[in-house]
């Protein structure tokens, strides 16, 4: 692959980064190290996406008519990196412009266009994603939460667990059974405030407000908060799995966090022979993840059809995390406690929380040896 950035890819990567110099405050470090689930990042998140939207950087991508200006696949993505790289100010409202945003723009009626791209491009909007249950997160065919139909609307009974940001969502994109068959779900675009939703939190390695239980006590939910046909729920979820997967460019806030181990090593003259050979095979471990990455993004902006691809790289981001991880761990340990790079710790928890999140990285091979290698179905 011979691959180069235009210089109008350059220019907006330039024109991101100034935005956060202009727009980040001190101390940002010490905030961006709390979760993205937080009620500090939630609250700051909720001040910045509309500065960001005015700007034009918050959902380029989308279509004019609802906020954006058709920008290409890889200007979004470039942003995304950069907001990586820094903490993720936008908090939890990657999820609406990386893959939910997205996923109602390809399967939601006008009605539901307007209101949801509309809201979320105002910048103010939390989401959740009720996709998991004790059953297994894996399996999502053996998923319990029924939707029953009960006229023009539903009757919904069952329960979620790993929901992140649930606490403060306002809207959750639900996955529920709507009939008997074992791939019968649909998908709900719900309102939090629902009467019979309780959230609980779970106390978690990846910080506070991530993860929580949620409970579906006979909630109801209208025909028209249906995404896409029912019973065709899968379809919806693989299209928008393809974008969660290589929606973080997770690999991003692992290069810093390397760097800032070596300039640590080289600092204290201590940046051996064997330190130098670890580090360069974590850091060729994130540019292997990144250009699969890379591939991933590029199918997608031709909107050619998945090919596994979006697995493969997320397995790669996976390892390239843990290898960062590991290395700052074995070589400098002293900087999970330092006050002034507190990312560094930051990083190292979610490394732990990335081969599970979004799927797990033994499911990613799975999908990779079905879709890619053509074994097995
Ligand atoms: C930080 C974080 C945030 C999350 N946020 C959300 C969220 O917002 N919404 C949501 O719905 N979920 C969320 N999840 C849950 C996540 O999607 C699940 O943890 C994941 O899908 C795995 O499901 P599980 O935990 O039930 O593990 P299981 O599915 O029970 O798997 C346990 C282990 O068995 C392995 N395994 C299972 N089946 C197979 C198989 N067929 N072949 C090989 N190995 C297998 C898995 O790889 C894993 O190592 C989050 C998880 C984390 C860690």
């Not at 001190?26 to 939630?42: K, M, N, Y």
């Not at 978690?204 to 209208?222: K, N």
């Not at 993840?289 to 979006?310: C, F, H, N, W």
Request: proline residues 5%; negative net charge; hydrophobic residues 40%.
């Amino acid at each position: 692959m011979d691959f180069g950035w235009s210089e109008q890819q350059d220019a907006l990567r330039g024109k991101v980064v100034e935005f956060l110099r202009d727009h980040l405050p001190d101390g940002w470090q010490d905030i961006a190290a709390l979760s993205p689930g937080s009620q500090e990042v939630t609250d700051f998140s909720r001040e910045f996406c509309p500065k960001l939207a005015e700007a034009g950087l918050l959902a380029s991508h989308w279509p004019p008519e609802f906020g954006g200006r058709d920008a290409p696949a890889w200007d979004h993505f470039i942003i995304g990196e950069v907001m990586w790289e820094a903490g993720e100010p936008r908090g939890p409202q990657y999820y609406n412009v990386n893959w939910i945003g997205p996923t109602i723009l390809h399967y939601g009626n006008e009605e539901q266009k307007a209101q949801h791209l509309c809201r979320m491009m105002q910048g103010d909007v939390i989401w959740c994603q009720g996709f998991s249950e004790p059953s297994g997160g894996s399996d999502l065919a053996a998923m319990r939460t029924r939707a029953e139909r009960d006229g023009d609307r539903y009757r919904i009974n069952g329960q979620k667990i790993w929901t992140s940001y649930a606490r403060l969502a306002e809207f959750c994109f639900l996955l529920a059974r709507t009939g008997a068959g074992k791939r019968d779900i649909s998908v709900f675009l719900i309102p939090m405030d629902r009467p019979g939703i309780t959230v609980r939190p779970i106390e978690s390695v990846v910080g506070d407000g991530d993860l929580h239980e949620v409970f579906f006590d006979d909630v109801e939910a209208l025909e028209s908060e249906r995404l896409g046909p029912e019973g065709k729920g899968w379809d919806v979820v693989r299209y928008s799995l393809n974008f969660e997967r290589v929606g973080i460019p997770r690999y991003a806030l692992a290069l810093r966090t390397l760097h800032a181990a070596v300039a640590d090593l080289e600092a204290s003259g201590s940046f051996t022979e064997t330190a130098r050979l670890a580090a360069a095979l974590a850091m060729s471990s994130c540019e292997a993840a990144r250009m699969l990455v890379y591939e991933a993004v590029d199918q997608r902006s031709k909107s050619a059809p998945g090919t596994g691809i979006a697995s493969m790289a997320r397995y790669a981001v996976v390892l390239a995390e843990r290898q960062v991880a590991d290395f700052v761990l074995d070589w400098t340990p002293h900087l999970f406690v330092s006050e002034t790079n507190p990312m560094v710790a930051t990083h190292h928890k979610r490394a732990i929380a990335a081969g599970l999140a979004a799927g797990a990285a033994e499911i990613q091979l799975n999908l990779v040896a079905r879709d890619m290698l053509g074994l097995g179905t």
